[in-house]
């Protein structure tokens, strides 16, 4: 079997003015070369990085065509070793040609790339991994056999006793480290919450638009998501209690609402927690990324007004460490501790012990704080270099919001346009962006795209992918 690298000479350009997208011209360029023969199986194929370098275009435009083939069987990646075309693959015919455009994929929500504009990461260049890693290296000298044994399954008790300090002193949240659960992110969160409080057939609220992910949870613990609209003071209270007043709980993006980012109003915070008592339902507060608000201080956690014990407290790291790190937190009312005790015996794993112990050091030590302090600034900069860099470009044909907290800028698109079509065109060349009719169950938003400023590094770099984005238009 052949493992050499397969090497046409210089590559002829791709065709601009072809109606098939660059990615699917290489898709179809290298399934034609298998099928005719020319490239034979186990012969090893042009890296992504040596291709884009030779056709001028983005890795992301080159990945999207390998992952085509490898998910049709042609190539197979080999880590270090390289892609070579699939062993033992029998060469076919060539199909006819495709005459339609496909769209991208849809978003995962938690994509595991790295593109511009993706929903989700913080400025991963910005993070002190000097500082990480000296933590990491630290933690990992001082294990000891105890350490390398089953995580406890509630979570570390020296990081659920920093979390609970850095919540009551940041978010003004009064809690004992007992009320703290580690999990694996806002999907374990949501899962563990089912499965303590909520029973199949339960009326839920939740914003409409809202983060997609949660009507998918709520529709896998066969709970009935009830979509309530939210206006300029985020969720319309009294909606919610037309539509389902006997609902048994209500998930809420108070803070920053995901994802018009406008935050809920203190009439409609006062009018969700009377309800909550009233009718003895739960509220989950989503605080995402609570932390960053650029035009005051950040607003005190909906969490830190509940009298009546019933709200419980959803925060993660992924937004303010970085996503990969997969820990979370859930604060739950004092009366609760026990069930939630009993429900995570069952189910939880714990999150990596090591993790943890990194985690807690990088608090414990001030570096956790002053790490939000830089990305507040650091953010607040890049949304506004962002939107600058954007509107230069796109100005005269789209509306550039910039909202005064959270990580993503809102482009709204004219009447009749279709945000679905133009996010998958952008995904498509090797950029990011999602669509906010997505984001909604009523299906009656005006067209716009959500993405993410974090890690768009200054003015120049965002007028140079608004030029992209206008040829997408």
């Given at each position: 079997?052949?493992?050499?690298?397969?090497?046409p000479?210089?590559?002829?350009?791709?065709?601009?003015a072809?109606?098939e997208?660059?990615?699917?011209?290489?898709?179809?360029?290298?399934?034609?070369?298998?099928?005719?023969?020319?490239?034979?199986?186990?012969?090893?194929?042009?890296?992504?990085?040596?291709?884009?370098?030779?056709?001028?275009?983005?890795?992301?435009?080159?990945?999207?065509?390998?992952?085509?083939?490898?998910?049709?069987?042609?190539?197979?990646?080999?880590?270090?070793?390289?892609?070579?075309?699939?062993?033992?693959?029998?060469?076919?015919a060539?199909?006819?040609?495709?005459?339609?455009?496909p769209?991208?994929?849809?978003?995962?929500?938690?994509?595991?790339?790295?593109?511009?504009?993706?929903?989700?990461?913080?400025?991963?260049?910005?993070f002190?991994?000097?500082?990480?890693?000296?933590?990491?290296?630290?933690?990992?000298?001082?294990?000891?056999?105890?350490?390398m044994?089953?995580?406890?399954?509630?979570?570390?008790?020296?990081?659920?006793t920093?979390?609970?300090?850095?919540?009551?002193?940041?978010?003004?949240?009064?809690?004992?480290?007992?009320?703290v659960?580690?999990?694996?992110?806002?999907?374990?969160?949501?899962?563990?919450?089912?499965?303590?409080?909520?029973?199949?057939g339960?009326?839920?609220?939740?914003?409409?638009?809202?983060?997609?992910?949660?009507?998918e949870?709520?529709?896998?613990?066969?709970?009935?998501?009830?979509?309530?609209?939210?206006?300029?003071?985020?969720?319309?209270?009294?909606?919610?209690?037309?539509?389902?007043?006997?609902?048994?709980?209500?998930?809420?993006?108070p803070?920053?609402?995901?994802?018009?980012?406008?935050?809920?109003?203190?009439?409609?915070?006062?009018?969700?927690?009377?309800?909550?008592?009233?009718?003895?339902?739960?509220?989950?507060?989503?605080?995402?990324?609570?932390?960053?608000?650029?035009?005051?201080?950040?607003?005190?956690a909906?969490?830190?007004?509940?009298?009546?014990?019933?709200?419980?407290?959803?925060?993660?790291?992924?937004?303010?460490?970085?996503?990969?790190?997969?820990?979370?937190?859930?604060?739950?009312?004092?009366?609760?501790?026990?069930?939630?005790?009993?429900?995570?015996?069952?189910?939880?794993?714990?999150?990596?012990?090591?993790?943890?112990?990194?985690?807690?050091?990088?608090?414990?030590?001030?570096?956790?704080?002053?790490?939000?302090?830089?990305?507040?600034?650091?953010?607040?900069?890049?949304?506004?270099?962002?939107?600058?860099?954007?509107?230069?470009v796109?100005?005269?044909?789209?509306?550039?919001d910039?909202?005064?907290?959270?990580?993503?800028?809102?482009?709204?698109?004219?009447?009749?346009?279709?945000?679905?079509?133009?996010?998958?065109?952008?995904?498509a060349?090797?950029?990011?962006a999602?669509?906010?009719?997505?984001?909604?169950?009523?299906?009656?938003?005006?067209?716009?795209?959500?993405?993410?400023?974090?890690?768009?590094?200054?003015?120049?770099?965002?007028?140079?992918?608004?030029?992209?984005?206008?040829?997408?238009?």
């Amino acid at each position: 079997m052949s493992t050499d690298q397969h090497q046409p000479g210089t590559i002829a350009p791709l065709d601009p003015a072809a109606r098939e997208p660059y990615y699917r011209q290489i898709y179809l360029r290298f399934r034609s070369a298998i099928g005719s023969g020319l490239l034979k199986p186990g012969d090893r194929i042009p890296s992504a990085r040596a291709l884009t370098k030779e056709l001028g275009l983005s890795r992301g435009t080159i990945e999207t065509a390998y992952a085509l083939l490898t998910a049709e069987g042609y190539i197979q990646p080999r880590g270090q070793a390289g892609t070579i075309v699939t062993p033992g693959l029998k060469p076919q015919a060539e199909a006819a040609p495709v005459t339609s455009r496909p769209e991208a994929p849809p978003p995962s929500y938690r994509p595991d790339t790295v593109r511009p504009f993706q929903m989700g990461l913080p400025a991963l260049d910005a993070f002190p991994r000097k500082i990480w890693a000296r933590l990491g290296a630290r933690c990992i000298r001082a294990m000891q056999p105890i350490d390398m044994a089953h995580p406890p399954v509630l979570g570390l008790p020296a990081l659920r006793t920093e979390i609970a300090t850095y919540l009551q002193v940041s978010r003004g949240i009064d809690c004992r480290p007992a009320q703290v659960f580690l999990t694996s992110g806002y999907r374990h969160t949501m899962e563990l919450i089912g499965h303590a409080l909520l029973q199949p057939g339960d009326q839920v609220w939740m914003e409409d638009p809202g983060y997609p992910p949660t009507r998918e949870l709520l529709a896998h613990m066969r709970a009935e998501a009830i979509p309530v609209p939210v206006d300029g003071d985020g969720m319309i209270v009294a909606e919610g209690i037309a539509a389902a007043p006997g609902a048994r709980a209500a998930v809420v993006t108070p803070a920053h609402q995901s994802p018009l980012c406008v935050a809920l109003s203190l009439p409609r915070r006062m009018a969700l927690l009377e309800w909550a008592a009233r009718s003895e339902a739960w509220i989950v507060e989503d605080d995402y990324d609570g932390e960053y608000r650029y035009i005051s201080r950040p607003l005190p956690a909906l969490k830190s007004m509940d009298r009546d014990g019933r709200v419980l407290y959803s925060g993660t790291f992924s937004k303010v460490l970085f996503p990969g790190i997969r820990l979370a937190y859930l604060v739950v009312p004092e009366a609760q501790v026990a069930r939630f005790e009993d429900v995570s015996r069952v189910l939880t794993g714990g999150p990596p012990q090591l993790t943890q112990a990194i985690v807690t050091a990088f608090i414990r030590e001030g570096h956790f704080a002053r790490h939000i302090q830089r990305m507040r600034k650091l953010y607040a900069e890049r949304r506004d270099a962002t939107a600058a860099g954007l509107r230069s470009v796109l100005g005269r044909q789209l509306r550039i919001d910039t909202p005064p907290g959270g990580m993503h800028l809102i482009l709204r698109l004219p009447e009749g346009q279709s945000d679905r079509a133009l996010a998958a065109r952008i995904r498509a060349d090797g950029m990011y962006a999602e669509a906010l009719s997505a984001w909604t169950v009523r299906g009656d938003s005006p067209p716009a795209l959500l993405l993410n400023f974090t890690n768009i590094e200054d003015e120049h770099a965002a007028a140079a992918l608004g030029e992209r984005i206008s040829k997408l238009l």
